[in-house]
Structure formats: C-alpha cells, structure tokens
C-alpha cells in the first residue's frame, strides 16, 4: 500500500474514544487536505499535539520506541494488537514540534495494517524503515481467533 501524505488539521472528534457513525467533521478535514495535494490529515489540537486520522491510528517511532500519542482517540484494533506485541511500546504526549526528531510515522487500522506516513505537512519520513518490517512482520504472526 502507498505511504500516505497528511496534513495536520485543529479538529476534536466528538467522542472520540465511542465508535459511531458520526464522521463529517473528520471527513470534511480530509477533503480539504485532499484539495491542499494530501493524502489524508491528522487531527490536532489547539496546542498541537497530535491525536489520530480521519479513520486510522497513528504512530511514530523515535529511535528507541513505537509512541502512540496519548490523546483521546478511537483504540483501534490493530494498535492494540501492536501495543501488545511490540515490547518497545509507550504512550506520550506528540506534539507538531516533536515531528523533525521522529525516525518514523505510520498510520495503523484492519484494513490497512501499518502503513508508512511520509510526510505530516513539511516534515518529511521516510517510505520505509527497519521498524515498519518489523511492526507489520508483529502484526501479520499475531495468531486468529476462531469464531
């Protein structure tokens, strides 16, 4: 799958931690960052720190660690799976000036595992990183349940 380009957007979901079928805002962000040459957009708040994507999690890696921001965000499936496998795992604060010392950016939900992120407006990531593998290789040996 194509990395993705974001742009961060001021936006709050209503709820965010409640799945609900309520996505015009996070929708609308989307768009208007399709129409500024985006992929997508990242939702931040009035101080910056980033939360989550219109419809997928997101994730960076500093170096030593995976951090997901601690911001009140839907816990989608796949980051919770990864939480659990990846021991180098911690939730932190991510804030719009802490981009240029990530190593790595990525967006994670079930229909898409891990996905690179390879820019969050001017900072730029790379497409691919050892820890990508590595998070996808976690994510596709997690065993399945029956139902």
Not at 33 to 42: I, K, P, R, S, T
Not at 100 to 107: I, L, S, T, V, Y
């Given at each position: 799958m194509a990395p993705l380009r974001v742009q961060?957007?001021?936006?709050?979901?209503?709820?965010?931690?409640?799945?609900?079928?309520?996505?015009?805002?996070?929708?609308w962000h989307r768009r208007n960052a399709q129409l500024e040459g985006f992929d997508d957009c990242v939702f931040v708040d009035a101080e910056a720190y980033l939360s989550e994507g219109a419809?997928?999690?997101?994730?960076?890696?500093?170096?030593?660690?995976?951090?997901?921001?601690?911001?009140?965000v839907l816990p989608g499936v796949t980051m919770r799976l990864l939480q659990q496998v990846h021991d180098a795992s911690a939730l932190g604060p991510v804030n719009i000036a802490d981009l240029?010392?990530?190593e790595a950016a990525f967006a994670t939900n079930t229909a898409i595992g891990v996905r690179a992120i390879?820019?969050?407006?001017?900072?730029e990531f790379p497409g691919e990183?050892?820890?990508?593998?590595?998070l996808r290789k976690e994510y596709e040996e997690i065993p399945t349940e029956a139902l």
């Amino acid at each position: 799958m194509a990395p993705l380009r974001v742009q961060a957007a001021h936006y709050v979901r209503d709820l965010p931690e409640v799945k609900h079928v309520g996505l015009f805002g996070a929708l609308w962000h989307r768009r208007n960052a399709q129409l500024e040459g985006f992929d997508d957009c990242v939702f931040v708040d009035a101080e910056a720190y980033l939360s989550e994507g219109a419809t997928w999690n997101i994730g960076f890696y500093d170096g030593q660690q995976v951090i997901w921001p601690n911001a009140e965000v839907l816990p989608g499936v796949t980051m919770r799976l990864l939480q659990q496998v990846h021991d180098a795992s911690a939730l932190g604060p991510v804030n719009i000036a802490d981009l240029p010392r990530m190593e790595a950016a990525f967006a994670t939900n079930t229909a898409i595992g891990v996905r690179a992120i390879t820019a969050i407006n001017e900072v730029e990531f790379p497409g691919e990183h050892p820890v990508l593998r590595t998070l996808r290789k976690e994510y596709e040996e997690i065993p399945t349940e029956a139902l």
